[in-house]
């Protein structure tokens, strides 16, 4: 699922930016920041608890 930047993280994961694929590491109830290279569109999370 994607996000955007500006939006609150539903859960704590990395996020990768959909333009450059820059990893974003999230907290759960955080504002999702821009990527490094000011993209605002992410694409799927990984690295969910659980699932390592
Ligand atoms: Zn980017």
Redesign the pocket.
């Given at each position: 699922m994607a996000a955007h930047a500006g939006e609150k993280a539903q859960k704590t994961g990395d996020f990768y930016?959909?333009?450059?694929?820059?990893k974003v590491h999230v907290t759960a109830g955080d504002t999702i920041p821009?990527?490094?290279?000011?993209?605002?569109?992410y694409g799927t999370r990984r690295n969910e608890p659980g699932n390592a």
């Open positions: 930016c959909a333009h450059c694929d820059e821009k990527c490094p290279n000011g993209h605002s569109e």
